[in-house]
């Protein structure tokens, strides 16, 4: 899918997004046991932030500063409102350039958006973006391949390059596996925390 495409998609549920998941505890568990890895503060890099709330707030507490990346420029807007000392930007990570690096990188539920053959680049590019012992978690399908689904009566595009080649670049980019969990079972929900060692 396009990425302007799937930003203008979350644009028109910005509000709802906001409204269910600003307070709710979904993926909690799995940012506090991947910030368990390093010491707190630092730089945090949160790759589909949507409209900002839980996750930016527990890394604003741990001493991070945070940016905000997302294609929907609605979810951006909210996220500014919500966190107006953070800075988010509205972008697509296929295209996302920077110079900064990074001690804590969090792609939660976005990289599964991502065009099949965009996988691994990103991937990589996010791998290249951490400091010496910075945190990556993100999670992503484990079916390999690519489908659509329906989804507040719209059509979303998904893609997974599967759990074997997660793994197989995370640890080629030289990262270490410290976590890996079908979270949702039986769902194909699969998270990742991995660290850079060197």
């Known amino acids: 899918m396009d990425p302007n495409i799937l930003g203008k998609k979350y644009d028109n549920i910005a509000q ?29 890099l949160d ?3 949507g409209a900002g709330g839980r996750f930016i707030r527990i890394l604003e507490n741990k001493n991070y500063s945070v940016q905000g990346l997302d294609v929907s420029a609605e979810m951006i807007k909210i996220a500014r409102q919500n966190h107006p000392q953070q800075p988010f930007i509205h972008t697509d990570i296929n295209e996302w350039e920077s110079s900064e690096a990074f001690d804590f990188i969090v792609a939660w539920d976005s990289l599964f958006h991502l065009p099949f053959h965009m996988h691994t680049p990103v991937l990589k590019k996010l791998c290249g973006k951490l400091n010496p012992q910075g945190v990556l978690i993100y999670s992503f399908g484990d079916d390999y391949g690519e489908h659509t689904d329906q989804w507040h009566n719209d059509t979303f595009y998904y893609s997974s390059i599967g759990i074997q080649e997660n793994c197989q670049t995370l640890l080629t980019m030289g990262l270490s596996i410290m976590h890996l969990e079908l979270d949702q079972f039986p769902e194909n929900h699969v998270y990742v925390i991995a660290q850079r060692r060197d």
Do not use: M, N
């Open 16 to 44: 709802w997004w906001h409204t269910q998941h600003h307070g709710s505890h979904y993926g909690i568990a799995q940012l506090e046991r991947a910030l368990g890895f390093r010491a707190d503060g630092g730089k945090a």
């Open 47 to 49: 790759v589909g932030c």
